[in-house]
């Protein structure tokens, strides 16, 4: 798609003031031109919501599959991003594996009824209902919910690719409860890997991002930034 210079320049002096709800700050050039490589999608609408991962998380989730070959994915949190990796899939003839763990029934619901709108044959996409509990243990910071999950309902498959999109945390109450993601899927992790940590902007995501630096700091991660998340990746990898 073509995208002419005086459009491009009107969106640099926009530069800074793309804010979107939830806290993502996100350059309006990027996001603009992130918008026209979905141009797959464009058979459905998607309901992109303040609240969903941005255009440019949504193309790199899509790199990742196609450059990094990801096959196996974890989702806490699904939504915009489950139905943009199976359509890439469907797009794409690649099979991949997609589990979904949710804390609304409601948008687990909503979510299912779009997956079989699709007429999915190489995605394979499972949600699970995980209503939010009181969390129990000991953490770095003060953790107040975690879904109702045990590791065993993650399946026995490794998984490349994390995207850590819940649970609800723009609460100031709730603003860490994502940080327990790390540990629940650590031990399920492959050699070659990728976790995504969504709203790093926000102040309760950025100090799960400085925690799980550390904790992660004895092995081979690097961290990168992009659409408003946080990028580990162990292995070989291709940048996306």
């Not at 990094?68 to 915009?80: A, C, H, T």
């Not at 687990?108 to 939010?132: K, T, W």
């Not at 991002?209 to 292995?235: F, I, K, N, P, Y």
């Amino acid at each position: 798609m073509y995208v002419s210079e005086p459009f491009l320049a009107s969106l640099r002096r926009l530069k800074g003031k793309l804010v979107m709800g939830g806290g993502k700050s996100l350059d309006p050039v990027v996001e603009s031109l992130a918008a026209t490589q979905l141009g797959f999608l464009s058979e459905d609408y998607l309901p992109w919501s303040a609240s969903a991962i941005s255009r440019q998380v949504a193309v790199r989730l899509c790199n990742e599959l196609a450059v990094n070959q990801r096959r196996f994915i974890v989702e806490f949190g699904p939504g915009i991003s489950t139905l943009v990796m199976a359509r890439w899939a469907e797009t794409s003839r690649v099979p991949i594996s997609i589990l979904g763990v949710e804390e609304s029934l409601e948008w687990l619901h909503y979510l299912q009824s779009r997956l079989e709108g699709m007429s999915l044959s190489f995605a394979r996409v499972r949600l699970i209902h995980a209503p939010l509990r009181a969390a129990t243990g000991s953490y770095p910071v003060p953790v107040r919910r975690w879904y109702d999950l045990a590791v065993d309902d993650l399946g026995p498959d490794p998984f490349d690719l994390v995207l850590v999109d819940g649970p609800s945390a723009y609460l100031r109450d709730n603003r860490f409860d994502r940080y327990p993601a790390l540990s629940a899927v650590r031990p399920l992790l492959s050699e070659d890997c990728v976790v995504v940590l969504d709203d790093s902007d926000r102040r309760g995501e950025a100090e799960v991002v400085r925690t799980w630096s550390r904790e992660l700091h004895d092995e081979q991660w690097m961290l990168t930034r992009c659409g408003g998340a946080a990028w580990w990746t162990r292995g070989r990898a291709f940048t996306t």
